[in-house]
């Protein structure tokens, strides 16, 4: 059983290299191993930022830029990867996302933004975890309209007890 994020991301680039070769195309992929019982997060891998919202509802953003690197590039890309541990304390949470939420347009081609992400989750953040990610695909579907969605929305809300 691996708990360390590097070697664990490490051994899942291997895996699936092949696959991303044979595809042609490259994957970012951020890996967050949450530890409820020591009260912490660690992560590794380059994609969106990661959100950790505090129990007042401040957010603090992560930049992942240098977490990691695309998986699939190379067969071994542990020399690229880090990791960083953040402690959460009750009430806390960490917000997972793909770029299809900011980048998601409506039909004056306006972007939905980070800022007005970090705005719904702040104001919704003392709601259980699934109530803030319902409040944020509500609020990306209302912001979009009928504009098609051309990227996936994808979302995931963890809150520690």
Request: overall charge negative.
């Amino acid at each position: 059983q691996e708990h360390d994020p590097v070697t664990f991301l490490a051994t899942l680039n291997r895996t699936i290299y092949q696959n991303v070769q044979r595809m042609d195309s490259e994957k970012n992929l951020t890996l967050a191993i949450l530890n409820y019982s020591d009260r912490h997060v660690s992560i590794s891998g380059q994609h969106e930022e990661i959100l950790i919202v505090r129990a007042d509802s401040t957010i603090e953003s992560i930049d992942t830029m240098d977490l990691g690197m695309p998986i699939g590039l190379d067969d071994d890309i542990t020399a690229f990867i880090d990791n960083t541990m953040v402690e959460l304390h009750s009430g806390d949470g960490i917000v997972l996302y793909t770029d299809g939420i900011p980048e998601a347009y409506n039909l004056k081609k306006k972007q939905y933004g980070i800022a007005r992400l970090h705005r719904t989750i702040a104001q919704h953040w003392q709601g259980n975890a699934e109530k803030v990610k319902q409040a944020v695909i509500t609020d990306v579907r209302s912001f979009i309209g009928s504009q098609k969605i051309f990227d996936d929305i994808t979302l995931l809300v963890l809150k520690q007890q």
